[in-house]
Nanobody, 122 residues
């Protein structure tokens, strides 16, 4: 069982940056693949970024590639999402997720955070 607690969301203007953090409970954080997903009102929950157990591999949605960076600090049980050059279309609730498979498929992740709202004004 893993509990995920997210923070860092907020309201910003287009072009601004935000850093999201997700702190996981327990002593087995490094056993999990970690991912970030987002969901806008009335839309599906979409993949944003994923990182392997060791942090050696990362993947990004095409829509955020070059702007967002995912990394993890296994010693602190924390995964981060640095979001730069934010656009209004990035507006969504952002969710941290933990799973056993390195994948972009949301249903493959076993544990989810509560979500944090990111709003980007034009």
């Amino acid at each position: 069982q893993v509990q995920l607690v997210e923070s860092g969301g907020g309201l910003v203007q287009a072009g601004d940056s935000l850093r999201l953090s997700c702190i996981a409970s327990g002593r087995t954080f490094s056993n999990y693949v970690m991912g970030w997903f987002r969901q806008a009102p009335g839309k599906e929950r979409d993949f944003v970024a994923a990182i392997s157990r060791s942090g050696s591999s990362t993947d990004y949605a095409d829509s955020v590639k070059g702007r967002f960076t995912i990394w993890r600090d296994n010693a602190r049980n924390t995964v981060y999402l640095q979001m730069n050059s934010l656009k209004p279309e990035d507006t969504a609730v952002y969710y941290c997720a933990a799973g056993s498979a390195y994948t972009v498929v949301a249903r493959s992740y076993n544990y989810w955070g509560q979500g944090t709202q990111v709003t980007v004004s034009s």
